[in-house]
C-alpha cells in the first residue's frame, strides 16, 4: 500500500478548493485513503492509498482529480488517446521496436509533452508517479519500468533494442564514467538492485534515439545526458517498457492524464513491433483500451441490500469519475471507466463504486437473521481439557512464537559439543527458504525449547516452575500433500531443585487418567536426555510423546543451574488413541 | 511500660523466658537450657527477638576455656597412652631395647624415645648397659595417672568437654601439655574457646510479663495442630498459641491460565455464542489456498518473496485438487464462468504448488468454503507469518482473527450490521464508522473503525463480500462476507501492555503477575 508525499497546497489546486484537514480526512476515504502525516513546515504532506488496483490515484494530480469530481466538480476529458480504429497522429514520433525483444522485454509505450516548463511540485510529482508505478504496480520494475529524457537533445525515431551487454557502454546517471551493461549491473547502485531482472538473457534492454544518443538501459538506469530531467524543462518524452501489455498502457495514461492536469500538452507517440501484439503492429500512445461494461441493477441492489435506480447508480458513478447511462431495457447501466482506471473486472466492481459514491453513510446496519450453530472444534476442545488440567496440577500456561533460530532449536538441544542432536530424535524443525534473519529461520517442531528459553531468563521467579504451552508445531510427514504436517501439541516442564523423572511421570500419568486414555513407556535413547531417564510415550503402538530428565548439558547450554525435567507430546494422537 | 509491645506478637519462646526469669537474674544459654529447656538457636533467638524489642539488654560478655577430646585423645582413653602402653609392655615382657618397644606397640621410634624421656626423668623407667629399657618404679609416673584421669572424664563428659574452671592446678599443668589450639590432631585435647554472654530483663520487661499472666498467656499454647492431637484428644485440654495475622504473607505459587491465550479463549467463546463454527488449518499452505484462491494475481505485490515465507524443503505441495485448481486458474486467466474478465495472464500452476507459512487466516477461509453449510458462520484464531523486522508493533508471527459468513441474505446492509455486532459484543466499543476499504478477494470491501471508551479511534477490522472469482470456483453460489478482527491491540489493552513482543514473555514471573484489565 503506497504513502505518498506531495503538497497540500498543489493538492487543494486540484481539487479546486482548500478545506481543513478534518473534512480531507473523510474525503479521503472516497479514494480509500488516509492521512498518514499531517503537513510539515514545507506543507508536505503524506497520505495512504490503500487500493492497490487504482495506481491512478497514487500521485497529486490523480488524487486531487478523483476528489474534485467526487464533490460534484466535471469529469476530466483527455482528446489525446488513441482508441481501437482511431489513433492519434504521432507526427514524426515513433519508436521502433527490435525483433530479438520479443522474448527479452517485449513491450514499450510511449508519448511526449510540451507546452509548460516543469515546476517543483510537477517534477516531484512526476518522480513519485514513476517510483509508485514501477515499485508498486510494476513489481519493482520487472512488469514496469519508466523513463524520462529531454526531448530537445535527442532525434526520432527512438530504438527499442537488445543488444550485448558486454559491447554496449555508456555514462549512466549518477556516474561519470562509461561501463558496458554487465559491469553497470555489478557496481551501479540501481544495477545492483535492478539488474537480476534482465541479467540472464544474452542481450538485454537498451533504448536509444535515432543517431545512437542512449536514452537508458532499461529496467535500470538513465543515461547521464538524455534521461537528467530538471525543473525547467519544457519537452520531455516518457517510455514505459515492460512485460504486460495492457499494465504499461495503463500507467502510461496514467502518466499522461497526470501531466495534463498539471498544464501540460500530451503528443502521441507510434510504437512499431516488428511482431505481434495484442493491439496489433503499431500502437499509438496513450491509447484507451478499457471496454465498456454492462451491470444488471438487480445484480447491484442485491450487493447493496436494496433496491437501487438507474438514476441513482448513474449519478453515484459519476461522483466516481465514472461515465454510465441507463441501457433501453432500464434492467441495466452501460459503464465506460476512464482511461485511467482498469480495476472493473466484474459487475461487483461497479456495485462498490455505486456504494462509495452514493456514500457509505447513507446505508443503514441491518441485522442478519439466518440461525446457524456455534461450536468449537473438537481439537480445542481437547485442547482445553487437557490445559485445565495441567492448570489443576499447578503449572503455568505459557505462549510463544512458533518461529524460532537453528541455535534454539538445533544446537542447544545437543547432548555434546559435537555430533548431531537429532541421532535418536524423531524430528528436525522445518526450515525457511527466505528467513528475514537467524533468529526466525525455523518453525519449531516442538514448544520445548520456548520452555527452556523460559526457564533461562526465569531465575528470578521462585521455585518450583512448571510451566506448558499447547499450541501447533510442524512436522515432516511424507504421508501429508505438504510433506510437513501440522500438530497439536503439549509440552510441560518442571524446573526444581528435587525435579525429577518420577514426579514428571506422575504428572503424565494423572493427565492420561482424566483423558481417559491408557499409555505404556518405552526406554528411549533420546540424547536430549540423561541416559536412561528418558521414555517414549506409546498408545498401542504408537509413539505419542517423550518423557525424561534434561541432560545437563543441554540444560548448561541453555543457560539453566536447576534439574528440568520435561514431557512432549502430540495431542492430535492422543485425541485418536 | 512499654506499651507497643503486641503480646501476640510475641513468640512462646519469648514468652516462656519473660515469665521464668525475673529482675536482676542473669539469664545465660546455659541458664536458659537448665530452666526452660531451651537449645542453644532456641536461646540466641530469644534473646534477640526480646532484646529488638528493649526487653533485655546485654550485662556482660566473658570468655570461658573449655577442653575437648579429640578423636586421638578417645583412642587413648580407650586403649591407653603411648606411655601407659610402654610400661604395660615392659612390665609384662620385662626389659626390652627400644626398637623392640617400637616394634611390639607399633608405634615409632621417636615416640618410644620421648615417652622413655620423660618417664625416665620421673623417674618412673630405666635404662640398663645393653641399651634395654626397664621399669624401676611406675608410682613415679604421676602425670600418667593424672593424664589417665583426664581422659577418663572428658570421655564421659557432656559433649566431651572438660572446662578450665572445673581443673585443679595440677590438672591444668598437665592438660597444658596434652592439649593444642590448632592442628589437634597430634594431641588428645583440643583448646575451645566460648563466649558467654549474660543478659538481664530491663525495667519495660515486668510489665509486659504482667500483662502475659494476667491475659493467661503461658507460652505453652500449641502452634501447630496435628494429627496426633486429634486422635487423642489431647487438643481438649490444649490452648492455642493466637498468630499475629498482620503478617504479610509470602504468596503462594498456582497454576494458571496464560492471559493472553485466556483472551483468545474468550474471544474465540464469544464467536461460538454468536453463531460461529471454529475452523483450523495448516501452518504450511500453498500459495493456491494462501492467495490464488483467493483471487490475488500471481504478480500481485502482496505476493513477493519479501512478504511470504518459503520452505527451503519441500518446495512444493504434491499436488492442488481438481476441479478446484482448473477452476481456479481459468478464474484468474479469463474470469472462467463467473462473469468476471480475470487478470489475463497465463497462471502458472507450478507456481501455485509452492510451499509457504500462511501470511493470512483468509487462507483458511477460503479452504472452508466448498464444504460450509448455507446458511453458515465461520471463524478461525490462526497464526499466521509474515517476514516483517521483529518490534513492537511487529512480530514474525501472530494471530489473525477471520471468519465468513455464508447466506442469502447476506449483503451490504447484513455486512454492516455484522460489523456493528462485533464492534459492540466483541470489542466494546461505544461508536461505530465504516468506510471504504481494500482486499483483493472482496468487493466491496469495508474497514470498521471503532470508538473504544479506553483506545479512542482506531481500526477494528477489515470486512468485505468475497467476489465471484473467490467462490465460484469453489462450488459456492451464494454471496459470502469474509471478515477479520485485528484483536492484538485490545489484547495489549486487556492486558495493560504496548508491545506486542511482550505477549509471549518468556518470563514466568511476569505470567504469574500479570493480570487481565
Redesign the interface.
Known amino acids: ?1 503506497p504513502k505518498i508525499e506531495m503538497y497540500r497546497d498543489a493538492l487543494f489546486g486540484y481539487i479546486g478548493r482548500t478545506m481543513p484537514e478534518s473534512e480531507l480526512e473523510s474525503l479521503l ?2 479514494a ?1 485513503g488516509e492521512i498518514d502525516e499531517s503537513a510539515d513546515a514545507d506543507g508536505v504532506m503524506k497520505i495512504e492509498l ?4 487504482r495506481p491512478d490515484l497514487w500521485s497529486t494530480a490523480g488524487l486531487g482529480r478523483q476528489l474534485r469530481v467526487y464533490l460534484g466538480g466535471s469529469m476530466p476529458r483527455y482528446d489525446f488517446f488513441s482508441r481501437d480504429a482511431d489513433a492519434r497522429d504521432p507526427g514524426t514520433r515513433r519508436v521502433v521496436v527490435d525483433p530479438a525483444l520479443e522474448h527479452v522485454r517485449p513491450y514499450i509505450a510511449a508519448f511526449a509533452v510540451t507546452g509548460k516548463p516543469l515546476d517543483d511540485a510537477s517534477l516531484k510529482d512526476l518522480i513519485q508517479s514513476q517510483e509508485k508505478l514501477c515499485t ?2 510494476g ?2 520494475r520487472k ?1 514496469i519500468a519508466m523513463g524520462v529524457y529531454r526531448t530537445g537533445l535527442m532525434t526520432f525515431p527512438v530504438r527499442y533494442q537488445a543488444v550485448d551487454p558486454v559491447a554496449t557502454r555508456f555514462t549512466p546517471l549518477g556516474m561519470e564514467r562509461e561501463l558496458n551493461l554487465n559491469q553497470i549491473i555489478a557496481e551501479h547502485p540501481k544495477g545492483v538492485e535492478y539488474g537480476p531482472i534482465v541479467a540472464d538473457f544474452a542481450k538485454m534492454p537498451f533504448l536509444t534515439d535515432a543517431n545512437g544518443e542512449v536514452l537508458s538501459f532499461p529496467p535500470v538506469i538513465n543515461s547521464a545526458r538524455v534521461g537528467a530531467v530538471e525543473e525547467g524543462d519544457q519537452d520531455l518524452f516518457v517510455e514505459l517498457t515492460g512485460t ?1 501489455l ?1 499494465s504499461l498502457l495503463l500507467a502510461c495514461a496514467i502518466v499522461a492524464c497526470d501531466l495534463a492536469d498539471a498544464g501540460h500538452t500530451v503528443l502521441p507517440v507510434a510504437v512499431e513491433y516488428p511482431y505481434d501484439t495484442p493491439l496489433g503492429r503499431t500502437v499509438v500512445c496513450p491509447y484507451a483500451f478499457q471496454q465498456p461494461l454492462i451491470a444488471e441493477l438487480s445484480a447491484i441492489g ?5 433496491k437501487i435506480t438507474a438514476d441513482s447508480a448513474v449519478t453515484a458513478l459519476h461522483r466516481m469519475g465514472v461515465t454510465a447511462t441507463e441501457s433501453s431495457t432500464g434492467q441495466t447501466i452501460d459503464v465506460q471507466p476512464p482511461e485511467y482506471r482498469n480495476d472493473y ?5 461497479v ?2 463504486d455505486v ?2 459514491g452514493r456514500g ?2 447513507t ?15 473438537e ?2 476442545r481437547f485442547g ?1 481439557t487437557v ?1 485445565g488440567t ?14 524460532g533460530s537453528g541455535r534454539d532449536f538445533i544446537e542447544k538441544l545437543r547432548p555434546v559439543p559435537i555430533g548431531d542432536p537429532w541421532e535418536g530424535v524423531d524430528q528436525r524443525p ?8 537467524e ?2 529461520e525455523y ?1 519449531r517442531n516442538s514448544s520445548l525449547p ?1 520452555l527452556l ?3 533461562s ?2 531465575a ?3 521455585y ?4 506448558f504451552e499447547v499450541g ?1 508445531i ?1 512436522r515432516f510427514d511424507d504421508a501429508d ?6 500438530v497439536d501439541a503439549l509440552c510441560f516442564v518442571a524446573a526444581d531443585a528435587d525435579a525429577g523423572f518420577t514426579a514428571i511421570s506422575g504428572d503424565l500419568s494423572v493427565l492420561f487418567y482424566y483423558l481417559s486414555r491408557e499409555y505404556r513407556v518405552e526406554e528411549s535413547d533420546d540424547p536430549r536426555f540423561i541416559p536412561g531417564r528418558a521414555a517414549r510415550v506409546l498408545i498401542g503402538d504408537t509413539v505419542v510423546g517423550v518423557v525424561g530428565e534434561l541432560h545437563p548439558q543441554v540444560l548448561e547450554n541453555f543457560g539453566i543451574t536447576v534439574p528440568v525435567t520435561c514431557c512432549d507430546l502430540d495431542l492430535n494422537a492422543i485425541l485418536s488413541g | 511500660m512499654k506499651t507497643d509491645v503486641d503480646l501476640k506478637g510475641l513468640h512462646p519462646l519469648e514468652v516462656r523466658l519473660l515469665l521464668e526469669f525475673s529482675a536482676g537474674e542473669q539469664i545465660t544459654a546455659s541458664a536458659l537450657s537448665e530452666r526452660l529447656g531451651y537449645k542453644v538457636g532456641q536461646a540466641n533467638q530469644a534473646v534477640s527477638w526480646l532484646e529488638a524489642k528493649g526487653l533485655l539488654v546485654e550485662a556482660e560478655r566473658t570468655t570461658a576455656v573449655g577442653f575437648e577430646l579429640t578423636e586421638l585423645g578417645a583412642e587413648y582413653a580407650r586403649t591407653g597412652t603411648p606411655e601407659e602402653r610402654i610400661i604395660a609392655l615392659l612390665r609384662d615382657r620385662g626389659p626390652l631395647r627400644i626398637p623392640d618397644i617400637t616394634a611390639a606397640l607399633g608405634l615409632e621410634n621417636k615416640d618410644v624415645g620421648s615417652a622413655y624421656g620423660s618417664l625416665g626423668k620421673a623417674g618412673a623407667l630405666e635404662m640398663d648397659g645393653e641399651k634395654r629399657i626397664a621399669v624401676k618404679d611406675p608410682d613415679a609416673a604421676t602425670d600418667v595417672a593424672l593424664i589417665r584421669t583426664l581422659l577418663d572424664r572428658a570421655e564421659s563428659a557432656d559433649g566431651r568437654l572438660l572446662h578450665e574452671v572445673d581443673l585443679s592446678d595440677d590438672e591444668r599443668r598437665v592438660m597444658e601439655s596434652v592439649s593444642r589450639k590448632r592442628g589437634a590432631a597430634s594431641a588428645p585435647f583440643r583448646v575451645i574457646e566460648r563466649e558467654t554472654v549474660t543478659y538481664l530483663l530491663t525495667e519495660d520487661a515486668a510489665p509486659v510479663a504482667g500483662a502475659l499472666a494476667k491475659a493467661g498467656i503461658t507460652g505453652q499454647e500449641i502452634g501447630q495442630l496435628t494429627p496426633e492431637m486429634i486422635r487423642d484428644g489431647s487438643w481438649r485440654s490444649a490452648t492455642f498459641r493466637a498468630y499475629n495475622i498482620n503478617v504479610p504473607p509470602a504468596q503462594s ?6 492471559p ?3 483472551y483468545l ?1 474468550e474471544v ?1 467463546d464469544k ?16 500459495e493456491f489456498w494462501n492467495s490464488d484462491a483467493l483471487f490475488m494475481p500471481q ?4 505476493r ?3 512478504d511470504v ?7 512444493h ?3 492442488i485438487e481438481e476441479p478446484y485448481l482448473s477452476q481456479v486458474a481459468s478464474a484468474h486467466e479469463n ?1 472462467w464462468t ?8 497465463g497462471f502458472d500452476r507450478d507456481f501455485t504448488k509452492r ?1 509457504i ?1 500462511r501470511s493470512q487466516g483468509t487462507a483458511v477461509s477460503a479452504r472452508t468454503l466448498r464444504s460450509a ?1 448455507v ?3 465461520y471463524f478461525g484464531m490462526l ?1 499466521c ?1 509474515r ?4 518490534d513492537a508493533t511487529h ?3 501472530f494471530y489473525q482473527t477471520e471468519g465468513i ?1 455464508l ?8 455486512l ?6 462485533f464492534a459492540v459484543e466483541v470489542a466494546g466499543a461505544t461508536d461505530v464508522k ?5 482486499f ?1 478477494f472482496t ?4 474497514e470498521v473503525h471503532i470508538k473504544h471508551p479506553v483506545l479512542g479511534w482506531f481500526e477494528l477490522g477489515g470486512s468485505g ?1 468475497f ?3 473467490v467462490t465460484e470456483p469453489q462450488g459456492v453460489s451464494v ?1 459470502v462476507l469474509a471478515w477479520g478482527l485485528g484483536i492484538d491491540r485490545m489484547a495489549l489493552m486487556k492486558l495493560g501492555l504496548d508491545d506486542l513482543r511482550e ?2 514473555t ?4 511476569n ?2 503477575r500479570r493480570r487481565v484489565g
Not at chain 1, 442485491?302 to 436494496?306: A, N
Not at chain 1, 495441567?390 to 518461529?403: A, C, D, K, R, S
Not at chain 1, 526450515?431 to 528475514?436: E, Q, V
Open positions: 500500500m476515504e472516497a480509500k490503500n487500493d492497490t488496483n508498486n504496480f513489481q519493482r512488469s504486460d495492457e442485491r450487493i447493496l441490500g436494496e473486472l466484474h459487475q461487483v466492481d456495485a462498490e456504494i462509495i457509505m453513510r446505508f443503514a446496519p441491518e441485522m442478519p437473521t439466518d440461525f446457524t450453530v456455534g461450536r468449537l472444534t481439537a480445542e482445553r490445559i495441567l492448570v489443576g496440577m499447578g503449572y503455568l500456561e505459557m505462549i510463544f512464537p512458533y518461529l522445518v526450515k525457511l527458504a527466505n528467513p528475514m534473519s533468529s526466525y518453525v520456548f528459553n523460559a526457564e531468563v526465569s528470578h521467579a521462585a518450583p516452575h512448571r510451566i501447533k510442524a500433500n505438504h510433506g510437513v504436517r501440522t | 505459587i498456582i497454576g494458571r491460565r496464560n493472553y491465550s485466556a479463549d474465540k464467536l461460538v455464542s454468536l453463531g460461529f463454527e471454529q475452523f483450523d488449518g495448516s501452518l504450511v499452505e500453498t504478480f500481485h505485490s502482496a513477493d518473496i519479501h515465507y518459503q520452505l527451503e524443503a519441500p518446495t505441495a504434491r499436488e474470469g463467473t462473469g468476471s474478465r480475470g487478470w489475463r495472464y510451499l507459512l453449510k446458511p453458515g458462520r497464526r507469518f517476514p516483517d523486522d521483529v512480530l514474525s508471527d459468513v447466506g442469502e441474505d447476506v449483503n451490504l446492509k447484513t454492516l450490521g455484522l460489523l456493528e455486532m465504516y468506510v471504504p476499504g481494500y483483493p468487493e466491496p470491501s469495508i463480500i467476489r465471484p472469482e454471496p505477549l509471549f518468556p518470563d514466568i514471573q505470567v504469574r
